[in-house]
Antibody
Framework: QVQLVQSGAEVKKPGASVKVSCKAS????????MNWVRQATGQGLEWMGW????????GYAQKFQGRVTMTRDTSISTAYLELSSLRSEDTALYYC?????????????WGQGALVTVSS | DTQMTQSPSSLSASVGDRVTITCRAS??????LNWYQQKQGKAPKLLIY???SLQSGVPSRFSGSGSGTDFTLTINTLQLEDFATYYC????????FGQGTKVEIK
């Protein structure tokens, strides 16, 4: 069965960087794009960007350009999200989500989320 | 960026009711529209993709319709387990979500 298992909670100071991992299993990691979506407490979903694990190609939401980096290690079927210059507004639950290309692009499997808290 | 606007933001309904949630795109997006359900403390779950295709394993009381800029998610015969927040998401231009619609028990 498809599973996306994310790393644990992180606490960071403003200005620091954070790197969150997402380990995939149950499917061929390089055959599906990986996306990152975040959700602040009590708020809606915000798409951050996508990565093609096969080529390493990425596409980031304009809001995060210059601060976000998505990478992968195909040898261990793991995707990474790195967010730099953290501020308090970045406190959120960060989800990885596999995307399917069919009738449009949709997120069919999600990780459990990784809580990132930014606090001085 | 394509903005997605859902209405209503919240609604109260009873078990057995028929519920309709709408999603409007700021520009035409064809049928590149998906719906998700999120329960408290859980990751979102895909319900509908391509505006009207039911994801495998999702009960048939859920249905989606629409194209262009206006879309609808309908839940027929609301069940207790359907009380949750619902999000639309477009994939025509980058990816953006609606702000969500919370379905509460009346």
């Amino acid at each position: 069965q498809v599973q996306l298992v994310q790393s644990g909670a992180e606490v960071k100071k403003p200005g620091a960087s954070v790197k969150v991992s997402c380990k995939a299993s149950g499917y061929t990691f390089t055959s599906y794009d990986m996306n990152w979506v975040r959700q602040a407490t009590g708020q809606g979903l915000e798409w951050m960007g996508w990565m093609n694990p096969n080529s390493g190609d990425t596409g980031y939401a304009q809001k995060f350009q210059g601060r976000v980096t998505m990478t992968r290690d195909t040898s261990i079927s793991t995707a990474y999200l790195e967010l730099s210059s953290l501020r308090s507004e970045d406190t959120a639950l960060y989800y990885c989500a596999r995307s399917m290309l069919g009738t449009g692009v949709y997120f069919d499997y999600w990780g459990q989320g990784a809580l990132v808290t930014v606090s001085s | 960026d394509t903005q997605m606007t859902q209405s209503p933001s919240s609604l109260s309904a009873s078990v057995g009711d028929r519920v309709t949630i709408t999603c409007r795109a700021s520009q035409t997006i064809g049928t590149n529209l998906n719906w998700y359900q999120q329960k408290q403390g859980k990751a979102p779950k895909l319900l509908i993709y391509g505006a009207s295709s039911l994801q495998s394993g999702v009960p048939s009381r859920f249905s989606g319709s629409g194209s262009g800029t206006d879309f609808t998610l309908t839940i027929n015969t609301l069940q207790l387990e359907d009380f949750a927040t619902y999000y639309c998401q477009q994939s025509y231009s980058a990816r953006t979500f609606g702000q969500g619609t919370k379905v509460e028990i009346k």
